[in-house]
């Protein structure tokens, strides 16, 4: 049996009893206990003890929504609109992602997720596979670097990939996903509108036959929704609803314009949403409505998007940005630090549905836990221990991250795979994908 005492100063559970001077005990993987770090020392004098006195103990963040498949093209097109930026630089690579690139992009983007504070990761894989499946190496490079996730491959036909191929693609990352310790898988779509009626209606019978949720983008941009009523007179969620979408457990991604029918299909079928702060802002798409979402009864969780359009991976600046953006919007107080670490938590796991293993801290559930350094200059003071996180904290000030009971960052670097390495072979990989696909340097060839 391997057990460990992870305590601090301000453990905070996400259940509503935080502890002053408590800590976590890990049982092989599970925790076991939350209670005063004392009387858990006393009662185990054989664990081995991490964390420290000043320290700030959490929950390990989740990812709501993110793209693996971008991490080979980041800090490119910031000149472009979603739509343009689509065509121009995520159509040009999607044929040309092989399988090293979707190994090493993987290794290198979840490096930097789990160093700022993500243990669970809920990631679209788009891509137009040639010649056989690209998505399996995901799971393969998730398992490696020590990251617990939800994998989907984000098909579209738009680009003429046969519809037989693409749920090829599905199958071969839902077996892998099947194998894999660390992963679950859910049916991806890109956008409703990116898929031919035969694609999608494939894709739900598949998710039918797998029993999985889905995972797509919904409504991030105004144009999205024009289109979408021009051609059909429904706006995408209607569409979603009318397809029997919403039937399967849902996360849908950015739901930024939304009308009051729209919401309502959402809150009927307990769809979660992923909020992206940073990318929204970016590429200019406009601010989710996070407040009334959560009005509602919706888990809206934080998601750092992709790295072609965030372009960072760094969960503390999102979850940061979530509170600064609802306050610009709305010129009110009524986002806060405590609430932003509960989207970050608990939310994010209860709009991925995997409220039941983690998200809190809570015995029975998964040992995933992020350990705050408190003899860092930005903690040393820390008066209310969410404000410090979000407000003051960044991946510099992360003591250790635990995934599953096993430590996979340690003094704010990454244990479980070589750093340098996965630098090192991404830079080759990022110059053949550059150079296949067209793009020239930090200008696009469109």
Same mark, same amino acid.
């Given at each position: 049996?391997?057990?460990?005492?992870? &305590?601090?100063?301000?453990?905070?559970?996400?259940? @509503?009893?935080?502890?002053?001077?408590?800590?976590?005990?890990?049982? #092989?993987?599970?925790?076991? #206990?939350?209670?005063?770090?004392? /009387?858990?020392?006393?009662?185990?004098?054989? #664990?081995?003890?991490?964390?420290?006195?000043?320290?700030?103990?959490?929950? @390990?963040?989740? !990812?709501?929504?993110?793209? $693996?498949?971008?991490?080979?093209?980041?800090?490119?097109?910031?000149?472009?609109?979603?739509?343009?930026?689509?065509?121009?630089?995520?159509?040009?690579?999607?044929?040309?992602?092989?399988?090293?690139?979707?190994?090493?992009?993987?290794?290198?983007?979840?490096?930097?997720?789990?160093?700022?504070?993500?243990?669970?990761?809920?990631?679209?894989?788009?891509?137009?596979?040639?010649? @056989?499946?690209?998505?399996?190496?995901?799971?393969?490079?998730?398992? /490696?670097?020590?990251?617990?996730?939800?994998?989907? $491959?984000?098909?579209?036909?738009?680009?003429?990939?046969?519809?037989?191929?693409?749920?090829?693609?599905?199958?071969?990352?839902?077996?892998?996903?099947?194998?894999?310790?660390?992963?679950? $898988?859910?049916?991806?779509?890109?956008?409703?509108?990116?898929?031919?009626?035969?694609?999608?209606?494939?894709?739900?019978?598949?998710?039918?036959?797998?029993?999985?949720?889905? %995972?797509? %983008?919904?409504?991030?941009?105004?144009?999205?929704?024009?289109?979408?009523?021009?051609?059909? @007179?429904?706006?995408?969620?209607?569409?979603?609803?009318?397809?029997?979408? $919403?039937?399967?457990?849902?996360?849908?991604? %950015?739901?930024?314009?939304?009308?009051?029918?729209?919401?309502?299909?959402?809150?009927?079928?307990?769809?979660?949403?992923?909020?992206?702060?940073?990318? !929204?802002?970016?590429?200019?798409?406009?601010?989710?409505?996070?407040?009334?979402?959560?009005? %509602?009864?919706?888990?809206?969780?934080?998601?750092? +998007?992709?790295?072609?359009? !965030?372009?960072?991976?760094?969960?503390?600046?999102?979850?940061?940005?979530?509170?600064?953006?609802?306050?610009?919007?709305?010129?009110?107080?009524?986002? +806060?630090?405590?609430?932003?670490?509960?989207?970050?938590?608990?939310?994010?796991?209860?709009?991925?549905?995997?409220?039941?293993?983690?998200?809190?801290?809570?015995?029975?559930? &998964?040992?995933?836990?992020?350990?705050?350094?408190?003899?860092?200059?930005?903690?040393?003071?820390?008066?209310?221990?969410?404000?410090?996180?979000?407000?003051?904290?960044?991946?510099?000030?992360?003591? /250790?991250?635990?995934?599953?009971?096993?430590?996979?960052?340690?003094?704010?670097?990454?244990?479980?795979? +070589?750093?340098?390495?996965?630098?090192?072979?991404?830079?080759?990989?990022?110059?053949?994908?550059?150079?296949?696909?067209?793009?020239?340097?930090?200008?696009?060839?469109?």
């Amino acid at each position: 049996m391997n057990s460990t005492i992870v &305590r601090g100063r301000h453990v905070l559970t996400m259940t @509503g009893d935080d502890l002053t001077d408590g800590a976590v005990r890990i049982v #092989d993987g599970i925790i076991y #206990d939350v209670a005063p770090y004392a /009387e858990l020392a006393a009662r185990h004098p054989g #664990d081995d003890v991490s964390g420290g006195a000043e320290d700030i103990v959490v929950p @390990g963040f989740v !990812n709501a929504h993110g793209h $693996f498949s971008e991490a080979l093209v980041a800090g490119m097109a910031e000149d472009r609109t979603l739509f343009e930026w689509l065509d121009c630089l995520i159509a040009p690579i999607a044929g040309h992602l092989t399988r090293p690139m979707a190994y090493v992009g993987t290794l290198l983007a979840a490096v930097q997720q789990l160093e700022s504070g993500i243990t669970t990761t809920n990631d679209m894989f788009v891509c137009d596979p040639p010649d @056989g499946p690209v998505t399996p190496e995901v799971v393969t490079a998730l398992d /490696e670097v020590n990251l617990r996730a939800v994998v989907s $491959f984000g098909a579209t036909d738009r680009r003429g990939v046969p519809v037989g191929r693409l749920i090829e693609e599905h199958r071969a990352l839902a077996e892998a996903a099947a194998a894999s310790r660390m992963t679950s $898988f859910r049916l991806g779509i890109a956008t409703v509108g990116a898929q031919s009626p035969k694609l999608l209606q494939g894709g739900l019978d598949l998710a039918d036959e797998l029993r999985c949720g889905v %995972h797509l %983008h919904l409504h991030e941009v105004r144009e999205e929704v024009i289109e979408s009523r021009r051609e059909t @007179g429904l706006s995408p969620i209607e569409r979603c609803a009318e397809a029997g979408v $919403f039937e399967h457990p849902t996360v849908a991604a %950015h739901a930024v314009w939304l009308s009051d029918r729209d919401r309502q299909i959402l809150v009927d079928a307990d769809v979660g949403v992923a909020h992206n702060p940073v990318s !929204n802002m970016i590429l200019g798409s406009g601010i989710c409505p996070v407040a009334d979402l959560r009005r %509602h009864g919706l888990a809206v969780g934080i998601g750092v +998007d992709g790295a072609a359009s !965030n372009d960072s991976q760094n969960m503390l600046e999102a979850i940061k940005t979530t509170v600064l953006l609802q306050r610009a919007a709305t010129l009110s107080l009524d986002a +806060d630090a405590r609430s932003a670490v509960a989207m970050a938590t608990i939310e994010g796991a209860r709009a991925l549905g995997l409220e039941s293993e983690i998200g809190s801290l809570e015995r029975g559930k &998964r040992a995933d836990i992020v350990v705050f350094d408190g003899d860092s200059p930005a903690l040393a003071n820390v008066h209310d221990p969410y404000q410090t996180i979000v407000y003051r904290a960044s991946p510099r000030d992360i003591r /250790e991250v635990w995934v599953g009971g096993r430590r996979s960052v340690a003094d704010g670097r990454v244990l479980t795979v +070589d750093r340098a390495d996965v630098v090192r072979e991404s830079r080759g990989l990022a110059r053949e994908l550059a150079r296949r696909s067209g793009l020239s340097g930090l200008s696009l060839l469109c």
